[in-house]
C-alpha cells in the first residue's frame, strides 16, 4: 500500500504536469525551455520545435534555416537535409538555392550540391528559368540553370524576370530587357518595379505611375509613391514623401486604383499594402486591420502590427506577442510568439524566446 503522504505528493506533481503537458500539445513557450525559430501547423502544433536561429518559409519542400552562424536546409518534417555550411541562403526556386560562401554566391540543387560554383558577387533566385548575377567588376548579366550566361554582365543594376521582362539600369536610368538581353523599353525612369497583372510602377521625376509591357504609360506619373497590382488593385500614396525607391513613406494617405487609374478606395489610410486572398492589410493612427476589395474594414484596426493572409490565415501582433487570425478576424492560434511569418506549404516559421 502508497504511503498517504507520497500519494498526496504524486497527485501534487501530477497537477504540475497537466499544464506543461498541455502547454506542449498546443504549442506554447515553456519558460526556459524552447528557443529560436520552429514551425507550427494551422492546429497550433508545434510540428518542429523552436531550435533555429533564423528560419525561411518554405518553398518546394525545403526551408532555410540558421544555426550558430551557418545556414542549411531541413524537410517538412524537421529533418536537416542540406547541412549548415553557407554564410547565407535563399528559398528554393525552380530546384536552386543560391548560396553565400565567404564573399561569393553561388547555386546548390536540393540535395545541397553546388550545381553553379561560387563565383558572383550576388546572386538572385531563378524566375521564369533565369537568375540575376552580379560579377567582380559590379556588373549585372542573368545565367540560365546550367549556369551559362545568357544575357552578359553589362548593366549596373538589375533584378529578375516578371511577365517575361526585367528592370535593369543603364547610365542612372531604369528600363526593361527581354530574356534575349534586347532592349525592349529604354532606359528613361528614375526607378522601376516589376511588372505584375501586365503592368509595372515607375517613377519619373518625384512621381510614381504605371506602364505597360510595352512602355507607353498607362496611368501617367502623379503619385507619391506607389507598389505593384495585386488582384487587380494597387496601394497607392498621395501627399507623402518617400526615399527614391519608394520603400519608406512618411505622411499622406494610401488608397487604392484600379487598372484604368480609377481610384476605387479613397485615400484614407495611414499605411496600405497589396491585396492578398481578397484582403489587404492597412494602418489607421497606430493599428492595423484588414479591408477587402471595396474599401470595407471587414477586420478593425486593433493589431500592432499585421501581416498579409496567406493559406487562409494572417500574422498579427497584440501587444508584444504575434498570433494568427481568420478571415473573420478570429484568433485562431494565440498570440503567444515573439515573432510570426507566413503560412507555406502548411506550415509557418515562429520564434519563441527564452522567458
Same mark, same amino acid.
Given at each position: 500500500?502508497?504511503?498517504?503522504?507520497?500519494?498526496?505528493?504524486?497527485?501534487?506533481?501530477?497537477?504540475?504536469?497537466?499544464?506543461?503537458?498541455?502547454?506542449?500539445?498546443?504549442?506554447?513557450?515553456?519558460?526556459?525551455?524552447?528557443?529560436?525559430?520552429?514551425?507550427?501547423?494551422?492546429?497550433?502544433?508545434?510540428?518542429?520545435?523552436?531550435? &533555429?536561429?533564423? @528560419?525561411?518559409? =518554405?518553398?518546394?519542400? *525545403? /526551408?532555410? %534555416? !540558421?544555426? $550558430?552562424?551557418? #545556414?542549411? +536546409?531541413?524537410?517538412?518534417?524537421?529533418?536537416?537535409?542540406?547541412?549548415?555550411?553557407?554564410?547565407?541562403?535563399?528559398?528554393?526556386?525552380?530546384?536552386?538555392?543560391?548560396?553565400?560562401?565567404?564573399?561569393?554566391?553561388?547555386?546548390?540543387?536540393?540535395?545541397?550540391?553546388?550545381?553553379?560554383?561560387?563565383?558572383?558577387?550576388?546572386?538572385?533566385?531563378?524566375?521564369?528559368?533565369?537568375?540575376?548575377?552580379?560579377?567582380?567588376?559590379?556588373?549585372?548579366?542573368?545565367?540560365?540553370?546550367?549556369?551559362?550566361?545568357?544575357?552578359?554582365?553589362? &548593366?549596373?543594376? @538589375?533584378?529578375? =524576370?516578371?511577365?517575361? *521582362? /526585367?528592370? %535593369? !539600369?543603364? $547610365?542612372?536610368? #531604369?528600363? +526593361?530587357?527581354?530574356?534575349?538581353?534586347?532592349?525592349?523599353?529604354?532606359?528613361?525612369?528614375?526607378?522601376?518595379?516589376?511588372?505584375?497583372?501586365?503592368?509595372?510602377?515607375?517613377?519619373?521625376?518625384?512621381?510614381?505611375?504605371?506602364?505597360?509591357?510595352?512602355?507607353?504609360?498607362?496611368?501617367?506619373?502623379?503619385?507619391?509613391?506607389?507598389?505593384?497590382?495585386?488582384?487587380?488593385?494597387?496601394?497607392?500614396?498621395?501627399?507623402?514623401?518617400?526615399?527614391?525607391?519608394?520603400?519608406?513613406?512618411?505622411?499622406?494617405?494610401?488608397?487604392?486604383?484600379?487598372?484604368?487609374?480609377?481610384?476605387?478606395?479613397?485615400?484614407?489610410?495611414?499605411?496600405?499594402?497589396?491585396?492578398?486572398?481578397?484582403?489587404?492589410?492597412?494602418?489607421?493612427?497606430?493599428?492595423?486591420?484588414?479591408?477587402?476589395?471595396?474599401?470595407?474594414?471587414?477586420?478593425?484596426?486593433?493589431?500592432?502590427?499585421?501581416?498579409?493572409?496567406?493559406?487562409?490565415?494572417?500574422?498579427?501582433?497584440?501587444?508584444?506577442?504575434?498570433?494568427?487570425?481568420?478571415?473573420?478576424?478570429?484568433?485562431?492560434?494565440?498570440?503567444?510568439?515573439?515573432?510570426?511569418?507566413?503560412?507555406?506549404?502548411?506550415?509557418?516559421?515562429?520564434?519563441?524566446?527564452?522567458?
Amino acid at each position: 500500500m502508497v504511503p498517504t503522504k507520497i500519494r498526496l505528493l504524486s497527485a501534487k506533481y501530477v497537477l504540475i504536469l497537466i499544464p506543461i503537458v498541455l502547454v506542449t500539445l498546443f504549442g506554447s513557450p515553456k519558460a526556459g525551455g524552447t528557443n529560436g525559430w520552429g514551425y507550427i501547423d494551422q492546429n497550433q502544433r508545434m510540428v518542429i520545435n523552436p531550435q &533555429f536561429d533564423f @528560419a525561411w518559409e =518554405f518553398s518546394e519542400g *525545403l /526551408a532555410g %534555416v !540558421k544555426i $550558430g552562424d551557418k #545556414w542549411g +536546409y531541413i524537410d517538412l518534417t524537421g529533418k536537416v537535409v542540406i547541412t549548415p555550411r553557407f554564410d547565407s541562403a535563399w528559398r528554393f526556386s525552380g530546384g536552386l538555392a543560391w548560396v553565400k560562401i565567404g564573399d561569393k554566391c553561388g547555386y546548390i540543387d536540393r540535395t545541397g550540391e553546388m550545381v553553379i560554383q561560387a563565383q558572383f558577387t550576388c546572386a538572385a533566385k531563378f524566375t521564369e528559368g533565369l537568375a540575376r548575377v552580379k560579377m567582380e567588376g559590379g556588373r549585372c548579366g542573368f545565367i540560365d540553370k546550367a549556369g551559362k550566361m545568357v544575357i552578359d554582365p553589362q &548593366f549596373d543594376s @538589375a533584378w529578375g =524576370f516578371s511577365d517575361g *521582362l /526585367a528592370r %535593369v !539600369k543603364i $547610365g542612372g536610368k #531604369w528600363g +526593361y530587357i527581354d530574356k534575349t538581353g534586347k532592349l525592349v523599353i529604354d532606359p528613361q525612369f528614375d526607378f522601376a518595379r516589376e511588372f505584375n497583372d501586365g503592368l509595372a510602377h515607375v517613377r519619373m521625376g518625384d512621381k510614381w505611375g504605371y506602364i505597360d509591357q510595352t512602355g507607353r504609360p498607362t496611368i501617367a506619373p502623379q503619385y507619391d509613391c506607389a507598389w505593384k497590382f495585386s488582384e487587380g488593385l494597387a496601394p497607392v500614396n498621395l501627399g507623402g514623401r518617400s526615399k527614391e525607391e519608394g520603400r519608406i513613406v512618411k505622411g499622406g494617405k494610401w488608397g487604392y486604383i484600379d487598372k484604368t487609374g480609377r481610384i476605387v478606395i479613397k485615400p484614407q489610410f495611414d499605411s496600405a499594402w497589396e491585396f492578398s486572398e481578397g484582403l489587404a492589410t492597412v494602418r489607421m493612427g497606430d493599428k492595423w486591420g484588414y479591408i477587402d476589395r471595396t474599401g470595407q474594414a471587414v477586420i478593425s484596426p486593433q493589431f500592432e502590427s499585421a501581416w498579409r493572409f496567406s493559406e487562409g490565415l494572417g500574422a498579427v501582433k497584440v501587444g508584444h506577442r504575434w498570433g494568427y487570425i481568420d478571415r473573420t478576424g478570429k484568433i485562431v492560434i494565440k498570440t503567444i510568439f515573439d515573432d510570426a511569418g507566413l503560412f507555406s506549404q502548411g506550415l509557418a516559421g515562429v520564434m519563441i524566446r527564452n522567458r
